[in-house]
């Protein structure tokens, strides 16, 4: 559940930056989808992707988390920052 509600939260900051930074680049967004709406096709998609983004994000932190405890053994289970290299091991 706690995936779905950062999902939708993601892709509503998603839909406000662009809609914000759309005129700066000379772009005209479609009046039909200016406001997010969750249930459109749209904004279930957008809430989709954002998901799948999480998912991903989650399998780099893992890998990263896996790869400096096998470097840097000193590491292993710590939950916060390599003293050794500075990756970011934490889990969220």
Same mark, same amino acid.
């Given at each position: 559940?706690?995936?779905?509600?950062?999902?939708?939260?993601?892709?509503?900051?998603?839909?406000?930056?662009?809609? *914000?930074? +759309?005129?700066?680049?000379?772009?005209?967004?479609?009046?039909?989808?200016? =406001? &997010?709406? /969750? %249930?459109?096709?749209?904004?279930?998609?957008?809430?989709?992707?954002?998901?799948?983004?999480?998912?991903?994000?989650?399998?780099?932190?893992?890998?990263? *988390?896996? +790869?400096?405890?096998?470097?840097?053994?000193?590491?292993?289970?710590?939950? =916060? &920052?390599? /003293? %050794?290299?500075?990756?970011?091991?934490?889990?969220?």
């Amino acid at each position: 559940m706690e995936r779905k509600i950062k999902g939708k939260k993601l892709a509503i900051l998603f839909h406000e930056t662009y809609e *914000k930074l +759309a005129p700066k680049f000379n772009w005209i967004t479609r009046e039909a989808s200016r =406001n &997010f709406d /969750e %249930t459109s096709a749209n904004g279930k998609l957008m809430i989709a992707v954002c998901n799948k983004i999480f998912d991903q994000v989650a399998i780099i932190k893992r890998d990263i *988390k896996t +790869a400096c405890a096998d470097y840097h053994p000193q590491m292993q289970g710590k939950q =916060n &920052f390599c /003293e %050794t290299c500075g990756a970011d091991i934490r889990f969220e």
